[in-house]
Structure formats: C-alpha cells, structure tokens
T-cell receptor
C-alpha cells in the first residue's frame, strides 16, 4: 500500500495546454514536497509546502497543499516541452521519507 | 557547488560478488538516505542515517548494508548481490525539514 497516491500515472499533452496532477494520502503531513525527475537523473526539489491551504507559485507551476494537509496538487499552465519529466510528491512520516509513484508527463511540441 | 556525488554511474556485476556504491555530500547535512527506483514501484527507501554512527532500516533493507563513519560519506554495500537487486540507486541528503538533494544515480545490473 502506497502512503502517497499520485494521479494520473501517465499524462501526454500538447504544448500550450494546462494540466493538474494530484498527490493524495489518508495521512496528515507536516509538510509535503514536489520533485521533478528527468530520465537518467536524480529528482530535483521544486517546492515544499507546509501550511494547510498554502499556495506556492514557481513561474508556470502552481502548488497547493490541502486544507487538511492530506493532499496536494500541481497545476502547470501552458505546458512546454521542457516540463516533460516524472513529477514526484514526497513527505516524511517519523524519520522515514516516502515518495509517491509519480506522474510521468510528456509535453508534445 | 552543493552536491551529492555517487559512484559509479553504471555497474554490471555477477551474483555474489561484493560491491560498494559510494556517496559523498558537501553540504554538511545530517540526514542521508539510499533509495532504489524500480518501474511501477517508485522510489523505495533502503536505509537512512540521522547522523554519524546512526543508521536505520527503511522499507527494503534486505541484502544491503550501510555505514556512516563520517558526516559526508554514506556508502551502500551489497555483500552478496543477487539479480533482484538490479535497479537504479540514488543517494540523497537533506537538512532538517528542507528537501533532498539527490545524486545522479547508479544503475546496477546483477547477472
């Protein structure tokens, strides 16, 4: 059983379209992080959200932490081919850090 | 440049031949961790270390050993590798509640 469920698992869209990916759990988290991973490389941290209801923006990416701190979403506006990659959410429970299985995004030029 | 360095990037070995994957970070982070990444299973934590001489098992520790004799180094040891340990391995470090910095990965094949 995955602590963090991500959806969709795969997403293929045209350049310029908007998209949202989700990260859900039955557990409450003190914070949650989003990473992007490109093929053959390690994940790179995009953002950390801490407060319930928090919204953070990183250029065309908008991250939201659910009010109950059990879920989060990542919205990309006007997707670009450079957004292609595996998007992972992750959080810690106790001393361990868990990742979701990720959303693999392909943006077609 | 702040980074996590792991070596080697690629390794093909035979069943039963002991190997070590090295990991070093230059950010003075206390927390370090090893993950393996497999298709459909995502990133799974093998071992983690809260500080020097403090290590603990993650979700998939069987067949692996680690040590943390110095703050900057956290090697992963496979005493007797088996084909089911063929995977992509990542070392990562972090400071308190901030995010991880990952190494570039080690792709291990055990034949």
């Amino acid at each position: 059983t995955q602590l963090l469920e991500q959806s969709p698992q795969f997403l293929s869209i045209q350049e310029g379209e908007n998209l949202t990916v989700y990260c859900n759990s039955s557990s409450v988290f003190s914070s949650l992080q989003w990473y992007r991973q490109e093929p053959g490389e390690g994940p790179v941290l995009l953002v950390t959200v801490v407060t319930g209801g928090e919204v953070k923006k990183l250029k065309r990416l908008t991250f939201q932490f659910g009010d109950a701190r059990k879920d989060s979403s990542l919205h990309i506006t006007a997707a670009q081919p450079g957004d292609t990659g595996l998007y992972l959410c992750g959080s810690n429970t106790g001393n361990q850090f868990y990742f979701g299985t990720g959303t693999s995004l392909t943006v077609i030029p | 440049e702040a980074q996590v360095t792991q070596n080697p990037r690629y390794l093909i070995t035979v069943t039963g031949k002991k190997l070590t994957v090295t990991c070093s970070q230059n950010m003075n982070h206390e927390y370090m961790s090893w993950y393996r990444q497999d298709p459909g299973l995502g990133l799974r934590q093998i071992y983690y270390s809260m500080n020097v001489e403090v290590t603990d098992k993650g979700d998939v520790p069987e067949g692996y050993k680690v040590s943390r004799k110095e703050k900057r180094n956290f090697p992963l040891i496979l005493e007797s590798p088996s084909p089911n340990q063929t995977s992509l391995y990542f070392c990562a470090s972090r400071d308190s509640n901030y995010g991880y910095t990952f190494g570039s990965g080690t792709r291990l094949t055990v034949v």
